[in-house]
């Protein structure tokens, strides 16, 4: 029992753990927890880089992909490189990091804000000060540990990037040329003709002009089966999804609502009261009493402007573009730069009194022409001047003090002081050096809200919809009953594990989770709420598509579709097969005649009578003499035939060197995505981030 007992716990814990892993590379495992760190490292170099500080779904699925993505090609690469010895140093690092020489560390926190460039003496003395404090055992702010973090993350990928810029170069060095090809290439590329293209159309053959076979299909897939593999596993849908949407009865009440803001709006007799319309109805739009441009406020808003007196209340209205009702007043339109330089210190002092008296002080000396840096320096700022434009706050929430700080900048004129008490106590003094870009500015109270349904309309449909899931418990009776109750049936092909959503509907992991954990091909789901709490989803599995080759009974349509095409083909080589001239191909059934200029060996031509780009144009015309005719020869959607009227070069010098490199780049180029793709095969990766996120 003892043994038994350690024998059991043993294999619960390594249950617990596989069942905690997120995916897998070359036998290596990433953990939930690991996988966490990452994105959040993603989620914070996206924070610092872009200075958000949030993101949306969409934004964040994209983030979790670029982690999991950089992750495992890191991986695949560490593997290689550890077989042959190839490694990155620490001084390769540090000098990177001197040099700035890596987009991870062109990020703000670490620009001079005077040059506007990556400056290592800023990012040595932040170091110095954050193992200073940590020695010390000082508290250290959080945005403290968020830079350091930040940091740490950057050297973890500059290595890893090195290393990958390393072995690139290695392959790179393997590829190369020779003065045979780059004289082929040379010429290919100058050496350029103007033909006349006599062209019959494949499409010009009828569907049932061609008999395809099943032995027809057969000899196609068997030609290009190495196309036809597939590495990760998918899965097979057919689901009827519900989006649900406001009904009359909620559009009559929403619209009424907006109406009573509208007559609340025509009332407001200051700017605070429009305000507090906007705030009481939870518009939308965040009211704050300053100006802003018109791309600060909606389209249908905007639209409004230019022509409205100051006092117009628009009338409320639904808009379909937004889906949204709205209403709106303008409060003011004035002038105002688009930015403005600006210094400001920060008035520190031990009472009210003492703040007052020192900031009339300060303003007092600067009328009489006293440098405001000196000033600041005095009371331990730096003074120093910088931009603030429109953009960077029109569209944030601001409050009281934030709107009264942006009010007093963009009315200030340049060269102007002003003191600025704020109702948290704080006094500001500010001076303006410069304002740039005068544009015309609105201060609108706006009142937008999305239409909704009602929880009257969502439940309706719910039973509605769950009625019709009880009922129909096959595929057959789905597809033939959804019609009747205004459903429709949609078929949902290779989904992977790595889909974030299916059919474009969010929040739908339960079902990519029931698709590939639970359900057998055949198995009907159960209802799914999804979206954002407005879909309703039922799903059939109806293949399972394993790593491999696809069958050809996946592939029929499609390959179908190539067989009659090279049939038709094939009878359009037939008829042509007798010409000798573009005036006996232009007599021949559906040719299409056209002029087609500086064709080349290196550029597939487009032909539009076609709608294909035809490589095979290029090659014929470089073999064909200056007034010979050509053909008739196969392209990929027709019969071609043409005739050479001139032939010339371009004034391009032939530069043996450069077009041995530049021949040795392209090939590795092509062939360094196939070697990821063997390294990735080989590998095995296995990505069960879906089980979590």
């Known amino acids: 029992l003892f043994v038994a007992g350690d024998l059991f716990r043993g294999l619960e814990s390594l249950f617990r753990n596989s069942s905690m892993q997120v995916g897998e590379v070359n036998g290596k495992t990433l953990d939930i927890q690991q996988y966490q760190k990452l994105v959040e490292d993603y989620q914070t170099y996206y924070e610092v880089a872009t200075q958000k500080s949030s993101f949306n779904e969409e934004e964040l699925n994209r983030i979790k992909d670029e982690a999991w993505q950089t992750y495992v090609q890191s991986e695949l690469i560490k593997s290689q490189c550890e077989e042959i010895g190839l490694a990155v ?107 006349i293209l006599a062209a019959l159309p494949a499409a010009s053959v009828k ?13 196609k897939y068997n030609e290009y089966k190495e196309q036809y593999q597939q590495v990760v596993e998918t899965r097979d849908l057919k689901i009827v999804d519900i989006q649900v949407v406001a009904s009359d009865k909620d559009k009559a009440a929403a619209l009424a609502d907006m109406q009573d803001a509208e007559g609340k709006l025509i009332t407001a007799s200051t700017n605070t009261a429009a305000g507090n319309v906007a705030r009481q109805a939870n518009s939308l739009i965040h009211y704050a009493d300053i100006y802003k441009t018109k791309a600060a406020y909606p389209e249908m808003i905007a639209n409004l402007l230019d022509s409205a007196a100051v006092g117009f209340v628009s009338p409320a209205k639904y808009d379909a573009m937004t889906n949204t009702y709205f209403t709106c007043k303008l409060l003011g339109k004035t002038t105002q ?16 009194a003492d703040i007052a008296k020192k900031a009339d002080s300060i303003m007092t000396a600067l009328s009489s022409g006293a440098s405001f840096k000196d000033i600041a320096k005095k009371y331990g700022q730096p003074g120093d001047s910088a931009w603030i ?101 949609r078929p949902i092909n290779d989904i992977s594990t790595a889909s974030h959503n299916i059919a474009g509907i969010r929040a739908t992991r339960d079902v990519v989770k029931w698709a590939f954990d639970e359900a057998k091909a055949g198995d009907i789901s159960q209802l799914y709420e999804c979206g954002s709490n407005d879909h309703l989803l039922l799903a059939v599995l109806t293949g399972i598509n394993a790593k491999g080759y696809r069958s050809l009974d996946k592939l029929k ?17 037939d008829q042509a097969k007798s010409a000798k001239s573009i005036a006996e191909a232009s007599k021949i059934k559906n040719a299409v005649i056209d002029t087609v200029k500086h064709v080349s060996f290196s550029m597939p031509t487009f032909v539009s009578s076609t709608m294909a780009s035809e490589p095979i144009i290029g090659a014929v015309t470089a073999k064909t003499a200056k007034g010979a005719f050509a053909g008739p020869v196969k392209g990929n959607n027709g019969v071609y035939m043409l005739q050479v009227l001139d032939k010339k070069k371009t004034a391009e010098k032939f530069d043996k060197v450069a077009e041995q490199k530049s021949a040795a780049q392209t090939n590795f180029q092509m062939a360094s995505n196939a070697i990821i793709n063997a390294l990735y095969l080989k590998a095995d990766v296995k990505d069960n981030r879906y089980k979590f996120f």
């Open 89 to 195: 140093t620490e001084e390769e690092i540090s000098e990177v990091i001197r040099s700035g020489f890596s987009q991870m560390l062109q990020v703000p926190i670490f620009m001079n804000q005077q040059t506007g460039r990556y400056d290592y003496a800023q990012v040595s003395a932040f170091l110095k000060t954050y193992q200073d404090a940590k020695k010390a055992g000082n508290h250290i702010p959080d945005e403290y540990e968020k830079i350091h973090s930040y940091y740490l993350f950057a050297q973890r990928q500059i290595h890893d990037q090195l290393l990958a810029q390393k072995f690139q170069l290695l392959l790179s060095q393997s590829f190369l040329s020779n003065p045979v090809e780059a004289q082929m290439n040379f010429d290919g590329r100058t050496e350029e003709a103007d033909i």
């Open 557 to 573: 349509e499609s390959i179908t579709e190539e067989v009659k095409n090279d049939k038709k083909i094939a009878k359009l080589l």
């Open 389 to 489: 434009a429109s953009s960077q706050f029109e569209n944030a929430s601001l409050d009281a003090d934030n709107a009264s700080f942006i009010s007093a900048l963009f009315s200030m004129g340049a060269g102007s002081n002003k003191k600025l008490t704020l109702t948290n106590g704080n006094t500001i003094i500010l001076q303006v050096d410069k304002t740039a870009n005068p544009v015309t500015k609105y201060n609108v109270a706006a009142v937008v809200k999305e239409l909704k349904f009602s929880d009257e309309t969502y439940n309706n449909e719910f039973n509605k919809f769950s009625a019709f899931v009880a009922e129909n418990r096959t595929l057959e009776l789905i597809e033939a009953n959804a019609p009747k109750s205004g459903y429709t049936v």
């Open 337 to 352: 730069p688009d930015s403005v330089l600006f210094r400001q210190i920060g008035v520190i002092g031990k009472d009210e």
């Open 207 to 219: 569907d049932d002009e061609v008999q395809v076979s099943y032995s027809d299909l057969q000899s």
